[in-house]
């Protein structure tokens, strides 16, 4: 198993570009998250899915957007890239929700917004 | 006040020393807690979980005071691979998961 995929590792983008960040997982996981993480800072949730075709905002979901067409992919959409956008971004899986099991993190995506 | 608060440090240490780390969060009815490891620039990686019982895993040791609304990690006979920063997770429900800010411990020779 591979686990938790995440692409791009990094990224810079000018101010009102788009991109897609791609995130899947080959353990069948239900729940899958996306977080950010700005420097000196904790995670942050920006969505969550709980499975395919449900997704939910979490903390911080304004200028994102996501889908979960299949069970396996989970990507973020940024439609209007700001500086404020900065950060590294972690998606994460678990397979009942993470109130009894671990977080499978994928390895991270760096992201510059200039 | 904030969900989660931990010191974010940085415990500077020698090898070989005891060191602890606190984290304390508001919402009383959280339901579970767990500490994870982040290695800089790396994803976190689950450390422990944590329970009223308390539990150890070698040299590691986590408790939960629900009472106090904190819980604990104590690393024993620290190791240079015990660098990293270390946060703490507490769970509401399954889709709230609050993370702390992390507190970085640096163990020196």
């Known amino acids: 198993n591979a686990g938790v995929t995440q692409t791009p590792k990094f990224r810079i983008l000018k101010i009102g570009q788009s991109m897609t960040l791609q995130c899947t997982q080959d353990?069948?996981?239900?729940?899958m998250y996306w977080y950010r993480q700005d420097p000196g800072m904790g995670l942050k949730l920006i969505y969550y899915?709980?499975?395919?075709?449900?997704?939910d905002k979490g903390e911080v979901p304004n200028g994102y957007n996501v889908s979960r067409s299949t069970t396996e992919d989970f990507p973020l959409r940024l439609e209007l890239a700001a500086p404020s956008q900065t950060s590294v971004y972690f998606c994460?899986?678990?397979?009942?929700?993470?109130?009894?099991?671990?977080?499978?993190f994928g390895s991270g995506t760096q992201l510059s917004v200039l | 006040r904030k969900e989660v608060e931990q010191d974010p440090g940085p415990f500077n240490v020698p090898e070989g020393a005891t060191v602890a780390f606190n984290c304390t969060y508001s919402?009383?009815?959280?339901?579970?807690f767990f500490w994870y490891r982040q290695d800089c620039r790396k994803e976190p990686k689950l450390l422990m979980s944590?329970?009223?019982s308390g539990n150890e895993d070698g040299r590691f040791t986590a408790q939960l005071n629900r009472a106090s609304q904190y819980i604990s990690l104590l690393i024993r006979d620290s190791k240079l691979s015990d660098s990293a920063t270390y946060l703490c997770?507490?769970?509401?429900?399954?889709?709230?998961?609050?993370f702390g800010t992390g507190t970085r411990l640096q163990v020196t020779l």
């Open positions: 994460a899986s678990t397979q009942g929700g993470a109130k009894d099991e671990k977080l499978f």
């Open positions: 353990m069948n996981h239900n729940y």
């Open positions: 899915s709980v499975g395919a075709g449900i997704t």
């Open positions: 919402n009383s009815a959280s339901q579970s």
């Open positions: 944590v329970y009223s």
């Open positions: 997770v507490v769970i509401f429900t399954a889709s709230k998961l609050t």
